[in-house]
């Protein structure tokens, strides 16, 4: 399931980015005393007890003539569209003013469950205060303190209860969900058109074309499958309309609810950074991976240039070692034919599972033929791994010290595992543990 959206909404300077860094508990937004300082939405993975969920910083909204002033509340009103559940933060030292009461407005048209926090609540004399912040309508203001941190429990523990309780995916079970990623206009939509062998979506050469994810169920060969097209990913800096900014959530959200993500290249232009960048939202969500080099017909090519081609991309993504590389043309349809088996192969070892004897085998021999290192002295010891999930396959082996598993003894183990059990095209964890 996807986490849900929460969005910090307010009339600027009242403490959005320092709560927001707060909770997040790193200084990610820019935070001055000076009014309109965050003009986009920042985002970020938080989790609080057992709920994880999305947290988005916004620029304040106000009514006025300054500059960027109405573009940071279309910027603030896309982010209150796209969340489950709205914190309106208000300034405990000045009151309610005329903006709040805006912002208010605003809130009530959204339909969304708002939490408000009344911030720079620092000196408990001040409490006294906070009733008059119940005239905004939206039942119990919370006292809190993003300077110094007070209150924020209380805080998350109202926002968490408005949650949608997680649906039941049975209806799902033995569905494959895949996702399509990549920069604007490398043919995402077309190639989803060929799949499906229908004009289910719009395609256009015009960069940015699709602006939401849109879900489509078809099958193929008797296995159930729905597909996710999401909104191209522009680097930031180069993106200039604000419904398009928001594309990197929405497409974060389309790759947590799917099982194997396309990360799609364009043929024609090659590999730049951005690619890499796209494709490390997939492989740190550990969703299974299928590269894709789309627009394949427009290359010169000789016998070599596929395999160069495909050199390159495994120089370029290190980190996507284990993920297949298939070479189509969306537009001619050649080659489709092999993506689809690639998609089922990733997914079936996206969900395998491994008896823990035949684990156990495999650590032990690699053991055998490379013995574990030594750290001052001290000598790591493998007693015994097992699987502890899956989705992507993760191990737990037991050791005497976790610290003495240094990166590349841990990568030689992976790559042993993947000898014994394949794991082609889904990343594999693997975690230490001390034997008790």
């Known amino acids: ?27 990610i937004s820019i935070v001055e005393d000076i009014p309109g300082v965050t003009r986009d939405r920042i985002y970020a993975p938080c989790e ?8 988005i910083d916004t620029g304040g909204i106000e009514i006025g003539d300054e500059p960027f002033l109405a573009q940071i509340r279309h910027q603030a009103e896309i982010a209150i569209e796209e969340a489950d559940v709205i914190i309106f933060i208000t300034n405990g030292r000045e009151g ?3 903006a709040d009461e805006e912002v208010a407005k605003i809130l009530y048209r959204s339909n969304k469950p708002v939490v408000l926090a009344v911030n720079k609540m620092d000196n408990p004399d001040m409490r006294e205060n906070i009733y008059e912040f119940y005239s905004l309508g939206f039942g119990e203001p919370y006292p809190i303190s993003g300077a110094h941190g007070l209150g924020l429990g209380d805080l998350l523990d109202a926002v968490c209860k408005h949650f949608p309780k997680l649906q039941s995916e049975n209806d799902d079970e033995g569905i494959i969900k895949f996702s399509l990623i990549g920069r604007p206009n490398v043919g995402k939509s077309s190639l989803v058109n060929a799949i499906l062998g229908e004009e289910r979506v719009i395609v256009s050469e015009i960069a940015g074309t699709t602006r939401d994810a849109i879900d489509t169920k078809f099958t193929y060969n008797k296995q159930e499958f729905v597909i996710i097209d999401t909104a191209g990913m522009r680097k930031k800096g180069k993106i200039y309309e604000t419904t398009e900014k928001y594309s990197v959530l929405r497409a974060l959200k389309a790759i947590e609810r799917s099982d194997v993500v396309l990360v799609v290249l364009n043929a024609e232009e090659g590999i730049i950074e951005q690619d890499k960048r796209i494709a490390g939202y997939a492989h740190e969500a550990g969703k299974a991976v299928v590269i894709v080099v789309n627009k394949w017909d427009a290359v010169e090519k000789d016998e070599r240039t596929m395999r160069e081609f495909e050199k390159d991309i495994r120089d370029q993504f290190l980190f996507l070692d284990y993920a297949p590389i298939v070479f189509l043309s969306a537009k001619t349809k050649k080659r489709l034919h092999t993506l689809m088996p690639q998609i089922i192969l990733a997914s079936e070892n996206h969900a395998m599972r491994v008896q823990t004897n035949v684990l156990n085998d495999v650590i032990m021999d690699a053991v055998a033929m490379n013995p574990t290192p030594t750290d001052h002295g001290t000598r790591l010891k493998i007693y015994y791994a097992t699987q502890v999930s899956v989705k992507p396959p993760t191990f737990v082996i037991f050791v005497n010290d976790p610290e003495l ?16 059990f394949g794991f082609e095209g889904t990343p594999i964890k693997i975690i230490a543990r001390k034997r008790r």
């Open 405 to 420: 598993l240094h990166f590349s003894y841990e990568r030689f183990l992976e790559n042993r595992i993947r000898d014994a």
């Open 48 to 55: 609080w007890l057992n709920f994880q969920f999305n947290l």
């Open 96 to 98: 309610v003013t005329p």
């Open 1 to 27: 399931m996807p986490k849900p959206v929460v969005a910090i909404v307010g009339r600027p300077n009242v403490g959005k980015s320092t709560i927001f860094n707060r909770i997040v508990g790193e200084r």
